[in-house]
């Protein structure tokens, strides 16, 4: 929609990257203040979040090239070169290498999984209206709700088009909320000063938004209208979702009988 937002000098700044930043800075600055409540290390959710970014950039790099890997092999710099990224490629390897922090610096993983995850699902939100900005779009539709992009975008012009983003942008900033309120109103699974009985197990908030993301994202590819590669009848993403969906029900409901014994 406005791939472009302004110039300094001879720098032009880009909406998709800008959108990126800011979403990465406001989910570190809530993070360090969740951080400073919860008595958990800010400086360890700084290196988590650094970490986790960089990681889940390349992974999210890594999946669409897997997806797109007879694109990749024609012509490999076009692939690298586009604005492509497949997020669970990014979610995969943030967390896998948000793990290995952990288990290096000898700190409980699930603690700050709680803790960053809601940060992730705001991240995200910024991320998906970068998207809507670049020009990313859903299928052709006759609702008052559709969009027309302007001439010059990735989307065609000069026809209605579902802002399969920015329903994505809406849908991980509800997710945000939830887990915050779920977390602040049911119980942190950081143990409490107050004697409050926890109700969720550690990892509680982190695989409550595995279920929330999973059926989030399973239901928008039916709007949308990029293609990720296909798996029977369902997109890539949709054949991920029902496992992520399913990895975080069982890790809950483990996670609870744990609690109980």
Known sequence: MKTDLFKIGGL???????MIALGFILAMI???????????????????????GLTGFAGAKLLFIIVEFDSFIKNPKEVLGSSGFVVYGGIIAGVLCSMLYCKIKKINF??????????I???????????????????????????????????????KLIPTQLISAGANI???????????????????????KLVLPAGGIGY???????????????????????IGILSTSQFISIFFIAAGVV???????????
């Open 12 to 18: 032009t700044v880009h909406g998709y990257g800008f």
């Open 121 to 159: 699902a705001l991240a995200q939100g910024f991320g998906r209206i970068g998207c809507y900005l670049a020009g990313c779009y859903g299928r052709v539709t006759d609702s008052a709700f559709g969009v027309i992009f302007p001439v010059g975008s990735q989307a065609p012009a000069g026809v």
């Open 251 to 261: 890790l809950l409901i483990i996670g609870k009988k744990k609690m109980q014994s």
């Open 30 to 52: 809530l993070g360090e203040y969740r951080a400073k409540k919860l008595g958990l290390k800010d400086e360890s959710v700084i290196d988590i979040a650094i970490i986790a």
């Open 174 to 196: 509800i997710h945000m909320i939830i887990l915050i309120a779920v977390a602040h109103f049911i119980g942190y699974t950081i143990r409490k000063k107050d004697g409050r």
């Open 110 to 119: 699930l603690e700050y999984f709680d803790l960053i995850m809601p940060e």
């Open 208 to 230: 409550l938004y595995m279920i929330l993301y999973g059926i989030g994202r399973f239901l928008i590819e039916f709007l949308r209208n990029d293609y990720r590669g296909e």
